[in-house]
């Protein structure tokens, strides 16, 4: 089975906790039941994602592959590319993942090209993701290629600890509740029988009371509200403020401060009370709160006890509910609590299906119905691959998709897994690949910078500026290709004398094919006499983006023709270095700068993409 995953460049999501968060909750559960379902065969995982700038996610895979057969084979996302076609807005990127099809013409072509690409390439059997991502599902629909969405579930914490939202299909925003017509068939499509449903909806509402009846802040929430009897209270539950733009569902960036000011806009009830999320990243600043409140008299200030990640305990004494796109929208609709959107996110539609002249009870009772059902699972069913198989077969033929869609025929393409091969085991696999035939390119696509070595003149001089630990002076030396490597660094700072003689005992097995210079790299420019080097390998000094400058310094020592290469090509986190290396394009003898795309080894570094073109001397 081909599996991919598509995570959202974390660019946006600011963390690379983001990342390896979700891998954690969400895609490790989700493959161990995949594997189950594909029994003794091969797992192919495919990742689309700036996965290689996590570290916690690359040790996650490596453990992955230690209980499964998993080949990772990785689809790194370039936001700067992305951004480009939004005019570099992150807001009119997100505002895009929510927009209807209609306005297809109108959006940036780089999603559905790269989706389109992305499946040609892996031809994947499934996909699975905790993205929102419209373009990902067309994708999906036109392949016919089962798209399996997951994040926490709808339902209450309180009651559901840890419930995850699954379906065969887009997510929340963009599926089951994009529209009102589309939540209506859904519930159609299931045939409800709504008997039954109100017997789930009488049982949520009877466990919910009883459950928030014995929080020990029940008693403080009771004196609070019972100084505004017969006054209609709204509840405002604001989120942290990076969540509110990568929603999408505002269009705009916006602070907690002027949501609000919308929500104040917005409400038709006497009060307004606000509560934050429990991170605090989405608090308002103290003195600006204070403002609003001394401007507005209908804001009321909660005990501190009740202020933060407390909207789910708070339902039960409020008439009205207004939040960007918080999921407990879904359980005040389940409540009967009149919801007021602020947004065009899910918590639009659910105040739409108030308002369409369908008996509110049985609405509300087969909605709930079919997320209890069909797409909410419990923490402990999710972590179970064999009941959470079960849970995702009986999805797949819900929707028409059949369990031979993942026999062993469609094991193309498999990848080699190099996630825990040292150096020696992954250049004995580079040399018979050779052997077979393989060319450059094909060594560069399978083994990233490792095969680089092999690229380098046969006999001839190479030089690496920046050599830390030796491990990558060691993988060029493997290639037998270079007469001698000279591995130049000074070994002055955090790479120490320790370092400096780890190296050198590391590199001793080469003998005189290998000399390490401990000087500084200007230095080392008169140790070497012009036009005599075939082969620069430059990892130095990315956060500074100065390969340009080192290039340019150690210019007149290259031979015309030499191959140039170096570490950190990656726009996300060395902005200037990428600008700095795309500079030297017109050294180039085709005019091109080569991408060395990352890989995953038992080395963290070679995930991070490198660079490399044939040296051009100008007269």
Known sequence: MKVLIHLEPISYRVQPLFVSGHLTAFIKPILHALAAINDSDRLTV???????????????????????????????????????????????????????????????????????????????????????????????????????????????????????????????????????????????????????????????????????????????????????????????????????????????????????????????????????????????????????????????????????????????????????????????????????????????????????????????????????????????????????????QGMLQDKGFINQRFQKEDQKNTAISHGSLNLDELHILIKSKIETGADHAELIDTFGRNSLGYLAPIDGVGVELGVASGYFSESILHANTLNILYSIDRYTDHHNDNEFNATCMRLSKFGDRSAIIRKSFAESLGDFSDDSIDFIYIDAYAHQGMVADLFSQWRPKLKDGALIAGHDFCQRFWPNNYKSIMSLRRYSSDGKMHQVRGILTANSEDIIPSFFFYYAKMQ
């Not at 009321?300 to 407990?328: A, G, I, R």
């Not at 899910?346 to 369908?358: A, C, D, I, P, Y």
């Open 46 to 392: 495919g990742m689309s994602s700036n996965i290689f700038i996590c570290l916690e996610s690359l040790q996650i895979f490596r453990e992955l592959e230690k209980d499964f057969d998993i080949s990772p084979v990785l689809f790194p996302i370039h936001p700067v590319e992305v951004l480009r076609g939004y005019n570099n807005s992150i807001h009119k990127y997100c505002k895009d993942l929510y927009n209807s099809d209609e306005s297809d013409k109108k959006n940036c072509r780089w999603w559905p090209d790269y989706f389109k690409i992305l499946f040609h390439e892996f031809n994947p059997n499934i996909v699975a993701t905790t993205s929102d991502n419209r373009h990902l599902m067309n994708t999906c629909e036109s392949a016919k290629v089962p798209l399996l969405s997951t994040e926490f579930g709808l339902l209450p914490r309180e009651m559901f600890p840890l419930n995850r939202f699954v379906n065969i299909g887009g997510h929340i925003n963009t599926d089951l509740l994009s529209s009102v017509s589309r939540a209506r068939n859904q519930i159609i499509q299931q045939h409800i029988d709504v008997h039954a449903a109100k017997e789930i909806l009488e049982d949520f509402e009877s466990s919910y009371f009883e459950v928030l009846a014995r929080d020990e802040r029940s008693k403080c929430a009771k004196e609070f509200f019972s100084a505004f009897q017969g006054k209609n209270i709204a509840l405002l539950a604001l989120q942290p403020s990076d969540w509110i733009t990568w929603e999408g569902a505002l269009g705009r960036k916006a602070s907690p401060s002027e949501i609000l000011l919308k929500a104040l806009a917005r409400i038709k009830s006497d009060i307004l009370i606000v509560t934050f999320h429990a991170d605090r990243s989405g608090d308002i600043p103290e003195s600006a709160f204070t403002d609003i409140w001394l401007s507005d008299s209908r804001i009321e200030k909660l005990p501190n006890e009740l202020t933060h990640d407390s909207s789910e305990f708070l339902l039960p004494f409020v008439h009205e509910f207004l939040s960007v796109s918080s999921n407990v929208a879904f359980t005040a609709f389940v409540l009967g609590i009149d919801i007021t959107p602020i947004s065009s996110s899910f918590v639009r539609v659910l105040s739409r299906l108030q308002k369409k002249g369908w008996n509110q009870e049985i609405c509300r009772a087969s909605l709930l119905t079919l997320f209890v059902n069909k797409h909410s699972v419990d923490n402990r069913t999710f972590q179970n691959p064999l009941g959470l198989a079960k849970q995702i």
